[in-house]
């Protein structure tokens, strides 16, 4: 009997292992493991195809969520607002509740654009400055106050976005998450040592060469009240330090971002879809196109060089 009994517990042992190991080289040929759908650690790169918007759509319609979305137009940048309005009206967070902060100089300059059902817009005027890099730059300690001082408690999540862009498809509930970042629609398939990080120990931007995980835009991020709000917070210290000791990263708060990310791993990771060179750029790799910086001038259109 025991004989018996030994000899079907290594028939078990024998199936074990031959699925175990067949399940490696499996996983292991069809390159499950360099799969392109999560970071290394586990969250989601969300594109074309690894969600389903109507499923996605039901489960948040259940609760009960506002979104706030701040942008900017300060100078000729203005220009950009009614296409990004319009083509948000069309594309973004369609069916949800969304409230947009647009920062202007120009508050006359603001064009009528019809907002769609429980979609506001709330203009807020802001001093004009004449370096668009500190223009740029100058957004993180507005956000940080506009949450510390207005939205907290009123919203769940909250996105910032460039003004010269414009939606072309879907950015809906799929992209929340607690700590959002985006893929640079230029870096998202250079190797790591070509992305343009802050590479001078000087500055609080620092990422040392061997280090880093995606190059994030600073066009558009994303997340819970809490989270954004703790980014900007910290974007707006080190900026701060930075100009204290004269030195200017090399793409501004984008850098400063992408060290932020860099210890504080986004939930959630966007792909270039989510925001694509302007949009006569080849689509290539991308499925779809959903929001994109426009062709602009940049000479023309910015106060300095
Ligand atoms: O509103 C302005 N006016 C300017 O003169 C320069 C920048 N800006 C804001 O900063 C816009 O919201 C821009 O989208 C953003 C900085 N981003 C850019 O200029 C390009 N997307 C890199």
Redesign the pocket.
């Known amino acids: 009997m025991r004989l018996r009994q030994s000899f079907h517990f290594f028939l078990f042992g024998m199936f074990v292992g031959l699925s175990l190991s067949g399940l490696i080289f499996f996983g292991y040929t069809s390159s499950w493991f360099s799969r392109t759908d999560v970071t290394p650690w586990l969250a989601p790169v969300v594109c074309e195809g690894t969600f389903d918007s109507n499923l996605i759509d039901s489960i948040y319609k259940q609760q009960n969520i506002t979104i706030a979305t701040t942008?900017?137009?300060?100078?000729?940048?203005t220009r950009f607002i009614k296409d990004f309005l319009e083509s948000a009206e069309e594309h973004y967070f369609v069916g949800f509740r969304v409230h947009y902060y647009l920062f202007t100089d120009q508050p006359e300059a603001v064009p009528e654009v019809k907002m769609g059902k429980n979609h506001h817009l709330t203009v807020r005027i802001v001093p004009s400055m004449d370096r668009?890099q500190d223009?740029?730059m100058g957004?993180m300690e507005i956000l940080e106050k506009l949450m510390e001082n207005e939205l907290a408690n009123k919203v769940d999540y909250i996105f910032c976005l460039?003004?010269?862009t414009k939606f072309y498809g879907r950015w809906g509930v799929e992209t929340l998450g607690r700590l959002v970042g985006v893929l640079h629609p230029w870096f998202f398939d250079y190797p790591r040592d070509q992305f343009t990080y802050e590479r001078r120990q000087e500055s609080q931007a620092f990422i040392p060469a061997g280090e880093g995980d995606y190059y994030y835009t600073a066009?558009a991020f994303g997340g819970s009240l809490a989270d954004v709000h703790h980014l900007t917070k910290t974007c707006r210290k080190q900026l701060n330090i930075d100009a204290a000791n004269s030195i200017e990263a090399i793409w501004h708060e984008e850098s400063h971002l992408n060290k932020y990310f860099l210890n504080k791993k986004p939930s959630k990771v966007l792909s270039p879809e989510y925001l694509w060179r302007d949009i006569n750029m080849s689509v290539g790799q991308v499925k779809i196109i959903r929001f994109s910086?426009v062709a602009k001038n940049n000479a023309e259109v910015?106060?300095n060089v």
């Open positions: 942008v900017f137009a300060l100078g000729k940048y668009w223009i740029s957004r460039d003004v010269d066009a910086h910015r106060p």
